[in-house]
């Protein structure tokens, strides 16, 4: 079987055997900002839309709620069965079983080459690397312009060769964006310096969910949305009600933070971030709805602590086994 044939029949990937190039990826999908597309990922948790679309193709819904359904549902659904159920997973799975694939763009990954000596004197181990030295340089193209190959000797001193090595990285041009071979399905909006209000409507949001008994001053408050509620007194650990005209500056901006997360949410249903544009066929919070949806969110954080946590340890286990400090 020939080497594209090869990478064909293994969805992409190489199988590595002994005098055969090692795995690597060939296709993949990439994402600048990745942390923009968790924020895409909560708001799209807390659609009314987008649950109701979930809802809709496990059969779920009732013949009441099929007939309030909004007139563009079809592009819900679309966007449903692309990005999937965003209930109860942790962003990374998400993002690397669905999302990756949608919100990205498909790219060819630079192929690396190992560091190790340039002869070996075991007959085997050197024929092994000569070969794949011959690889790497007949997939130069798939390296781009972000490779680069040192040689230098170890009989040099470990500074002397430090010193070599930063000399050489000041001369390269580093986090080249891949060369593009195909656009996101769901392209994202540019955000420009909305970034910081993105983030103060979706935890404005997130409040308005854990506390739904409290006035609206009082969740802009939590939220710190307005520079005033940055300096908000707090009686044991709730905000204290200050004057009407206080009151009600904050209600209006909370107000208008929690229009903007909605119209935020029901466009990310549609497939479209970050866009906060009033539109009529945006549906309304369902408060108990709402606080489960923010709840999923915040034990899907909690699960990625957790995870990452472990992995820190058994990464330093390993740098004990192998003697690495």
């Given at each position: ?158 500074k002397d060769v430090l010193q070599r090595i930063k000399k050489e990285l000041n001369k390269l041009e580093f986090d080249q964006t891949p060369s593009e071979v195909s ?143």
């Amino acid at each position: 079987m020939s080497n594209d044939s090869n990478l064909l029949a293994n969805g992409g990937k190489e199988t590595a055997h002994y005098g055969e190039r090692r795995e690597f990826a060939w296709y993949k999908y990439w994402a600048a900002d990745v942390p923009l597309y968790r924020m895409w990922f909560e708001f799209l948790a807390c659609s009314p839309t987008y649950e109701l679309a979930r809802r809709d193709l496990a059969k779920e819904l009732s013949e009441e709620e099929r007939s309030n359904l909004p007139d563009d549902f079809d592009k819900v659904i679309g966007c449903c069965e692309d990005l999937g159920d965003v209930r109860n997973v942790t962003f990374w799975s998400w993002w690397s079983k669905k999302a990756e694939k949608y919100l990205g763009i498909g790219y060819a990954w630079p192929y690396v080459a190992h560091l190790g000596l340039a002869y070996d004197y075991n007959k085997e181990r050197g024929e092994k690397r000569s070969d794949e030295d011959s690889h790497f340089y007949a997939e130069a193209d798939l390296a781009r312009k972000t490779s680069q190959i040192l040689v230098f000797s170890t009989a040099l001193k470990r500074k002397d060769v430090l010193q070599r090595i930063k000399k050489e990285l000041n001369k390269l041009e580093f986090d080249q964006t891949p060369s593009e071979v195909s656009k996101p399905a769901y392209p994202m909006i540019k955000i420009g310096k909305r970034r910081s209000a993105l983030q103060k409507y979706l935890l404005t949001l997130k409040f308005r969910a854990r506390y739904p008994g409290e006035e609206l001053w009082s969740i802009g408050v939590r939220a710190s949305l307005t520079a005033a509620a940055k300096t908000w007194p707090f009686d044991n650990g709730t905000p204290r009600k200050l004057g009407d005209k206080d009151c009600i500056a904050m209600s209006i901006a909370t107000s208008r933070a929690l229009l903007r997360a909605r119209m935020i949410s029901e466009h990310a249903a549609r497939g479209v971030f970050p866009t906060h544009a009033q539109f009529d066929e945006a549906k309304k919070y369902v408060p108990d709805d709402l606080s489960r949806r923010v709840q999923e969110i915040d034990d899907m954080f909690a699960n990625e602590v957790v995870r990452d946590e472990v992995a820190d340890q058994n990464l330093q286990k390993l740098f004990v086994e192998y003697g690495i400090v």
